[in-house]
């Protein structure tokens, strides 16, 4: 999805990780998404982080 905070320029090694956090108001506003759709419900849910051709490997995290 967008993030509309802003942006934060990192520069990690292989295995670093990022220790902020990541504020999300759980709209879909992606490009492509539909509008209307609900917001996230409550509930564990996993994400990745796609940069160039690189892909994290999921994390899990839980929202509510």
């Known amino acids: 999805d967008c993030d509309t905070a802003g942006s934060t320029l990192l520069l990690l090694a292989p295995g670093d990780q990022y220790p902020g956090r990541v504020t999300w108001a759980t709209q879909r506003s992606a490009p492509g998404c539909p509008a209307g759709l609900p917001a996230l419900g409550a509930g564990s849910y996993q994400a990745v982080v796609t940069a ?13």
């Open 52 to 64: 160039g051709t690189v892909t994290s490997p999921p994390i899990a995290f839980t929202v509510g």
